[in-house]
């Protein structure tokens, strides 16, 4: 089947230490996002990726840190600098989007990954 | 930077009446896109909207994309039980840029 996975599904870290969470997708997707969804506050952008190798800050990258050393992989880095990181974090993937083409713009999203810090 | 306003926050609705969500923009769109997400799930896209003016229908679901392309609205006729999850809105600023969302409207349907 082709998708987009996030693991694990849920997360608990000890305050201070860095976690990494898992972004995969087979679908063959040029570009790649990271989103954050806290309750009320809808989904907001990490980083995104739209070529293997290159990467860009989203609206709230500060604690994060991304790589995309192959196409089908995002993994996301929540580091000690993030204040507040616990929430619920999406991953999505989209095609290389061509203007007047409805479809390629769209988002396909993993099913997350709740990541708490106690 | 950009931002979606999406109004309501909440919407109570008794099953079988309509619904509506509206979004704005701060800035004018290359499209809007609205997705839908169940509770404890993840947002699956419903359509996108490119063209000024431009209205779109899936059965029972109507979407409008404002002359300006800086607001959009979805219209649910008839609510189902099935209707129930957040709707948010997604403002496209152009290339493979990120979605900037709306914070979503949460619709809860009361038998």
């Not at chain 1, 997707?29 to 806290?38: G, I, P, S, T, V």
């Not at chain 2, 609510?79 to 600023?93: E, I, K, L, P, S």
């Given at each position: 089947?082709?998708?987009?996975?996030?693991?694990?599904?849920?997360?608990?870290?000890k305050?201070?230490?860095?976690?990494?969470?898992?972004?995969?997708?087979?679908?063959?997707?040029?570009?790649?996002?990271?989103y954050?969804?806290?309750p009320?506050?809808?989904l907001?952008?990490?980083?995104?990726?739209?070529?293997?190798?290159?990467?860009?800050?989203?609206?709230?990258?500060?604690?994060?840190?991304v790589?995309?050393?192959?196409?089908?992989?995002?993994?996301?880095?929540?580091?000690?600098?993030?204040?507040?990181?616990?929430?619920?974090?999406?991953?999505?993937?989209?095609?290389?989007?061509?203007s007047?083409?409805?479809?390629?713009?769209?988002?396909?999203?993993?099913?997350?990954?709740r990541?708490?810090?106690? | 930077g950009?931002q979606?306003?999406?109004?309501?926050q909440?919407?109570?609705?008794?099953?079988?009446?309509?619904?509506?969500?509206?979004c704005?923009?701060?800035?004018?769109?290359?499209?809007?896109?609205?997705?839908?997400?169940?509770?404890?799930?993840?947002?699956?896209?419903l359509?996108?909207?490119?063209?000024?003016?431009?209205?779109?229908?899936?059965?029972?679901l109507?979407?409008q994309?404002?002359?300006?392309?800086?607001?959009?609205s979805?219209?649910?006729?008839?609510?189902?039980?099935t209707d129930?999850?957040?709707?948010?809105?997604?403002?496209?600023?152009?290339?493979?840029?990120?979605?900037?969302?709306?914070k979503?409207?949460?619709?809860?349907?009361?038998?």
């Amino acid at each position: 089947d082709g998708g987009i996975t996030q693991s694990p599904k849920y997360l608990f870290r000890k305050e201070g230490q860095n976690v990494t969470l898992s972004c995969e997708q087979n679908l063959n997707h040029d570009a790649m996002y990271w989103y954050r969804q806290d309750p009320g506050q809808g989904l907001r952008l990490i980083y995104y990726s739209q070529i293997v190798n290159d990467f860009q800050k989203g609206d709230i990258a500060e604690g994060y840190s991304v790589s995309r050393e192959k196409k089908e992989s995002f993994p996301l880095t929540v580091t000690s600098a993030q204040k507040n990181p616990t929430a619920f974090y999406l991953c999505a993937s989209s095609s290389q989007p061509t203007s007047g083409r409805a479809k390629e713009n769209e988002q396909f999203f993993g099913p997350g990954t709740r990541l708490t810090v106690l | 930077g950009q931002q979606v306003m999406q109004i309501p926050q909440y919407q109570h609705v008794q099953e079988g009446e309509d619904f509506t969500t509206y979004c704005n923009s701060s800035t004018t769109l290359s499209n809007i896109q609205w997705y839908k997400q169940r509770p404890g799930g993840h947002p699956v896209f419903l359509i996108q909207l490119v063209k000024s003016g431009e209205v779109k229908k899936q059965k029972r679901l109507t979407f409008q994309f404002g002359e300006a392309k800086k607001n959009s609205s979805l219209h649910i006729t008839a609510t189902q039980t099935t209707d129930v999850g957040t709707y948010f809105c997604a403002g496209h600023r152009g290339g493979a840029d990120g979605l900037t969302f709306g914070k979503g409207t949460h619709l809860i349907i009361q038998p």
